[in-house]
């Protein structure tokens, strides 16, 4: 090979590397606006939540996409706005999903106990809220749920029996 031609295998070889890492730089920089923006819109949400905007807050925080950033708020604000506009089924998994992210997080165990109340899945509840006490045992609100279900529960003796068949019933659909 002579020399001017390994010159220019050279310069090529430095322009394509040049390219390659401009559009590395570029794609990192695109993905840093989208995790922006998905954060701007997280806080948004959360904050329509707050003013009780829920149908407002689910649909904004419905339309962040799921690869942007992974952080509980995200599914537990969006499941907390499907319990607040009374849709249980919809939120039980959402809630499930944001607990994977931090399950030590007492305000989704707590969400969680409600829902699966408001679902008639009792023993569930019931666990959700007892994990909320064995982690903050101050917590008044768990106990005292806690203890709305056993009265509950002596009331109809067949409570946890229906429950359990009612789950089994749920897992075959």
Do not use: C
């Not at 040049?18 to 904050?47: P, V």
């Not at 904004?60 to 942007?68: A, R």
């Not at 537990?76 to 607990?99: F, G, S």
């Amino acid at each position: 090979m002579t020399k001017p031609m390994t010159a220019l295998l050279v310069i090529a070889a430095l322009i394509i590397a040049l390219a390659a890492g401009w559009g590395l730089n570029l794609y990192n920089l695109q993905k840093q606006e989208k995790q922006q923006q998905a954060i701007a819109s997280l806080d948004k949400g959360i904050a329509l939540f707050h003013e009780e905007k829920y149908a407002e807050s689910l649909d904004l925080l419905q339309s962040i996409p799921d690869d942007t950033i992974v952080d509980w708020h995200l599914p537990y604000y969006t499941a907390t706005a499907h319990v607040m506009l009374k849709d249980y089924q919809a939120a039980a998994p959402i809630l499930e999903e944001a607990l994977a992210i931090n399950p030590q997080e007492t305000q989704i165990m707590f969400e969680l106990g409600v829902v699966y109340f408001k679902l008639g899945k009792l023993n569930l509840s019931k666990s959700y809220f007892a994990a909320v006490v064995e982690i903050d045992p101050s917590n008044e609100d768990a106990r005292g749920l806690m203890d709305i279900m056993a009265n509950l529960e002596r009331q109809q003796p067949g409570a946890d029996q229906a429950d359990s068949e009612s789950e089994a019933i749920q897992q075959q659909q």
